[in-house]
């Protein structure tokens, strides 16, 4: 059974941080590109960032330079580190798991809130 679970979201304050982190289990995790996906209210799901099963990552321009990703592949974990977190960064953030090369074998977590509120 392949699960994602997501945890570390929460209530910040603007100008504040958090770790998103998510754990996978079920599948060989080397073979997975990694990504974080965010919903906002009323809005469609868009990918914040992505990192491959070789390393490299990538970013939405609204989030680069203060957001990273990265993974652990020894804990099949993958960590969003969220700074100078803005109110339009409030959102259900995903993790998400997809085969490097068997497209369509994409695998997601139940999503974790964040709210950027003073």
């Known amino acids: 059974q392949v699960q994602l679970v997501e945890s570390g979201g929460g209530l910040v304050q603007p100008g504040g941080s958090l770790r998103l982190s998510c754990v996978v289990s079920?599948?060989?995790?080397?073979?997975?590109?990694t990504a974080w996906y965010r919903q906002a209210p009323g809005k469609q799901r868009e990918l914040v960032a992505r990192?491959?099963?070789?390393?490299?990552?990538n970013y939405v321009d609204s989030v680069r330079g203060r957001f990273a990703i990265s993974r652990d592949n020894a804990k099949n974990t993958v960590y969003l580190t969220m700074m100078t977190l803005k109110p339009e960064d409030t959102a259900v953030y995903y993790c998400?798991?997809?085969?490097?090369?068997?497209?369509?074998?994409?695998?997601w977590g139940q999503g974790t809130q964040v709210t950027v509120s003073s």
């Open positions: 998400n798991a997809a085969h490097v090369v068997r497209d369509g074998v994409s695998y």
């Open positions: 079920g599948i060989i995790f080397s073979n997975y590109n």
């Open positions: 990192v491959t099963s070789a390393g490299s990552t």
